[in-house]
DNA sequence: AACAAAAAATGAACAATGTTCATTCGTTTG
DNA sequence: CAAACGAATGAACATTGTTCATTTTTTGTT
């Protein structure tokens, strides 16, 4: 009695292909753009038929969150391989950097839109960010370790530098630079990450 | 010949309700909630009046926009009063996280929503949001000048410690720290301010 | 193969909301 | 007072997420 096997699966290529055609307007138009009735469109179903496959649009959306925390995190994970961790953290922060200003539609969908965070209830469903956070999490606990940070709780110190470049892209993405001369921003955003690095580690040197 | 003047005065004065019934709403019932019909409503008017004032609701936003960085500088204002540039910072740096974590609607349309800062062509306009951030430069220089900080270029600074402090009100508002253990979020926030400049302490103090 | 039951798909319709515009109303001016 | 002008109106339009009664397709049974 394959039915309902052969039915699970065809329900699970739906969804898929739904989430495919979001991703692809999402990448070709941004995000606003991705609209119940062009995904239906692009697949050629209905409007309606979207609702049978996800409860309302936002659930599409945490779908597409998933999928781009699995990005970032493929791209992170080789940074592992850095053996000095200081140096791991500075690619790391390059890295995220890259990511966050080349993919600016998927960056607002992973840390600034509040829609996917508020479907997330367990840590299970949460893992691909979590794997992401915790290359973030081992690499400053190792820069203690091995003595380049001091710190009394690292979690202080990885909220501080998750911050930090969150604070940059979000700044730059969201055009909240006008501040600053335009012909500095992208040298700001590129080498303030350095600048704090090397805050932490001159931070090292000191107390010895 | 008065006419012309009055009706200057009272394009003005309904302006101006306009923008309160704004506030108001936005205050009450926050930022999605400013809709043009309950704006309308509130001043009892009827829904296309509204345009005959302003062009679109971008341009309302705007100007709630200034009102808000008024408020915000007339709350760092009297900070620069600190004689001590890097208690000053520090102060700087609470109230402003204070103010992003009190207001947080205020916050996401000063800080993060791109409508407003897309009608900014010269900075005659720009002007209030730019003297709230001359506090925050003329801060950091002094820190530089008074030997706390090194520095090649006090803008790296500059865009380090604000690109830091809006990173975590920005995390903070938007729930995206399900990463870190939620009894430790307020925790975090208020303390990293900290963490970062001791940091920034700690690196004057070692190359004398 | 025929037909009933179940599942899937449809698309019209609804609700919310920004925006426009032909029309109405009131004020000003000659 | 009447013409002209500006202000106000609110119906209507466009867009978009969502629902639901209806239709179409698939499945299970005889």
Same mark, same amino acid.
């Given at each position: 009695?394959?039915v309902?096997e ?5 329900k ?18 941004g995000?606003?753009?991705v609209?119940i ?7 050629e179903?209905?409007t ?8 309302n649009?936002? *659930? !599409? ?5 998933e @999928?781009?925390?699995?990005?970032l +995190?493929? #791209?992170?994970?080789?940074? %592992? ?13 390059r ?13 607002d969908?992973m840390?600034i ?20 956070? *915790? !290359? ?5 606990? @190792?820069?203690?370790d091995?003595? +380049?940070? #001091?710190?009394?709780d690292? %979690?202080?110190?990885v909220?501080?530098?998750?911050a930090s ?16 001369p ?14 704090m690095i ?8 000191s107390?010895?």
């Amino acid at each position: 009695m394959g039915v309902a096997e052969r039915r699970a699966r065809e329900k699970e290529e739906m969804r898929q292909q739904i989430l495919d055609a979001a991703v692809e307007i999402f990448k070709e138009k941004g995000f606003e753009k991705v609209q119940i009735r062009k995904i239906a469109e692009k697949i050629e179903y209905s409007t309606g038929t979207i609702y049978l496959y996800f409860k309302n649009k936002d *659930e !599409i959306f945490y779908a597409l969150h998933e @999928a781009f925390f699995m990005k970032l +995190y493929q #791209q992170l994970l080789p940074l %592992m391989e850095i053996g000095n961790p200081l140096d791991r953290l500075l690619q790391i922060g390059r890295t995220y950097i890259n990511f966050g200003l080349e993919n600016p539609d998927a960056y607002d969908l992973m840390f600034i839109e509040k829609a996917p965070m508020e479907l997330i209830e367990n840590e299970d469903q949460w893992s691909c960010a979590m794997g992401t956070f *915790e !290359i973030l999490v081992h690499t400053v606990q @190792a820069c203690i370790d091995e003595g +380049y940070f #001091q710190a009394r709780d690292h %979690m202080d110190l990885v909220f501080l530098a998750f911050a930090s470049v969150h604070g940059m892209v979000t700044l730059h993405n969201r055009r909240h630079m006008k501040m600053f001369p335009p012909e500095t921003h992208k040298h700001l955003v590129n080498n303030s990450l350095n600048t704090m690095i090397n805050m932490m580690r001159n931070q090292h040197k000191s107390p010895d």
